[in-house]
């Protein structure tokens, strides 16, 4: 059965893209206003699912999403099926958990602190945190965290952090519905590398407010792009996967760059296209359009929970083009479930996704949930990263290979970490989390070093089996 829809909902025109898709950029009061009644592609502005920021008119706030992968700590060489890990969690949460046979993979409850537990297709435990001003998001994940942990070592399991699995091949235990049909459009379309970001990969995503006013707005987007290349290499931790050396800091971008580049690009491949502040968020608008118009299309959803597979390659375009997967035109809620099956580093959702940080190894995600924060929420701190990562704006890749061995990623990355520390002590808050930044500072960045080059070392001295064990045993704090 095709989805049916009311002739509002039809998408007839590349204007009328825009126009949806402005709900996800214009995130401001007044935009609000402008664009009444139109759902964006990610739910419209507002707090939402994973964590996103509500509404910037308040104090600065970010949603922290943290994905684990779950280990057997006497066999860590077998694949924990996300069934087995629920059971362990359901007395965490108050309430009976489900691993998603439907639609999505998500148990019924929340933790304390108030984040939502997840699993990706391969049995990573997601954590989404609501949005909170950055030292309480970060305290409240922190205890949220510990719970996880301390329940699932009564079962034998641990969670560690790493971009890749280190030791174990990619499988989808999940039986939901959009992860079968994801897996199909991978294997005809996409190749091995689809599989393997479904099932073997792990972030820290980072959800920080879009913006306070039309200037805010286009100055934080550009801002977190520029950020990207310096941040990948700053907080690279994924040298190894499935046994072998990957020859990258951050295998879990090389993992991203085989997959269709219409889904995982930048959505502002260049950053003079938003040099006029002014007239950025019309621009804005119109560039995540585009994007959500030339990206290939995953899946087609039903109204009975049901995602049929697209199995050729065609796009969104060309099925608003009458060259569809269906004879039917899309609607708003075709483009909203589109939306969810496109990775860019940024993506714009009432709130800005940052998506391109690895998982992090031995505790150290709260330094990768503060670092970007302040830089774009300090005013100081975000004037003077943007001009320290100007010249290194697009260098993703060479980030991810090489990390902070490249000597203009070196530099850019002291800068913006010193910057972080000086907005951290003017903003008071979390000592805890200031000594943590800058002891990761001390050992890491300032040394030309990221997560992974210990983990390569660890790798090296004890092997895949080892690293995913001890990882998963015990969180090392930072010396």
């Known amino acids: 059965m095709e989805t049916t829809s009311a002739p509002a909902d039809v998408l007839r025109s590349f204007e009328d893209i825009v126009r949806v898709a402005g709900r996800d950029v214009l995130a401001h009061p007044h935009a609000e ?61 108050g309430t009976g958990t489900t691993t998603g046979t439907g639609t999505g993979s998500e148990t019924e409850g929340r933790l304390p602190g108030g984040s939502r537990l997840t699993f990706e297709p391969g049995g990573q435990l997601e954590l989404s945190g609501p949005p909170l001003p950055m030292t309480e998001a970060v305290a409240a994940m922190r205890g949220d965290l510990q719970i996880v942990r301390e329940e699932l070592a009564r079962a034998g399991l641990g969670v560690a952090g790493f971009g890749v699995d280190p030791l174990r091949p990619p499988r989808r235990h999940s039986t939901a519905a959009r992860y079968v049909a994801m897996e199909r459009h991978f294997r005809t379309c996409g190749g091995e590398a689809g599989l393997t970001m479904m099932c073997s990969t792990a972030s820290v995503q980072v959800n920080l407010d879009g913006g306070s006013d039309d200037e805010d707005i286009v100055a934080r987007f550009r801002l977190a792009h520029a950020l990207e290349p310096v941040l990948i290499a700053m907080f690279a931790a994924s040298p190894v996967g499935a046994g072998q050396r990957l020859g990258w800091q951050s295998g879990r971008q090389a993992v991203w760059a085989g997959i269709d580049a219409s889904r995982t690009g930048p959505v502002l491949p260049d950053l003079a296209d938003l040099t006029d502040l002014a007239d950025g968020p019309e621009r804005l608008a119109v560039l995540w359009a585009r994007y959500l118009h030339d990206a290939t299309l995953m899946m087609v959803g039903h109204d009975d929970g049901r995602y049929q597979a697209v199995e050729r390659p065609t796009t969104f375009g060309a099925w608003l083009a009458g060259a569809g997967p269906v004879r039917r035109p899309p609607t708003v809620q075709d483009l909203g479930w589109h939306a969810t099956t496109l990775f860019p580093p940024v993506r714009p959702r009432g709130w800005l996704e940052l998506r391109y940080l690895d998982a992090q190894p031995s505790g150290l995600w709260p ?48 800068r913006c970490i010193d910057l972080a520390v000086a907005a951290l002590g003017r903003a ?52």
């Open 33 to 93: 206003r402008q664009a009444a009644g139109a759902a964006g592609p990610g739910g419209g502005p507002g707090g939402g699912p994973g964590g996103g920021p509500a509404d910037a008119g308040g104090a600065r706030r970010v949603g922290i999403e943290i994905e684990s992968f779950v280990v057997d700590v006497t066999r860590p060489q077998r694949s924990v099926p996300p069934e087995e890990t629920a059971a362990a969690l359901a007395a965490t949460t």
């Open 367 to 414: 330094v990768a949930v503060a670092v970007p924060t302040v830089l774009l929420d300090d005013p100081d701190a975000a004037r003077g990263a943007l001009a320290a990562c100007l010249p290194v704006a697009g260098r993703g890749e060479a980030a991810a290979r090489r990390g902070l061995r490249d000597p203009e990623l070196f530099r850019a990355a002291s």
């Open 428 to 479: 008071g808050g979390d000592p805890e989390l200031r000594a943590a930044v800058e002891a990761f500072a001390d050992r890491y960045t300032r040394r030309r070093r990221s997560p992974a080059d210990d983990l390569s070392a660890r790798f090296a001295a004890r092997g895949p089996t080892e690293l995913l064990r001890e990882e998963a045993a015990r969180c090392v704090p930072v010396p």
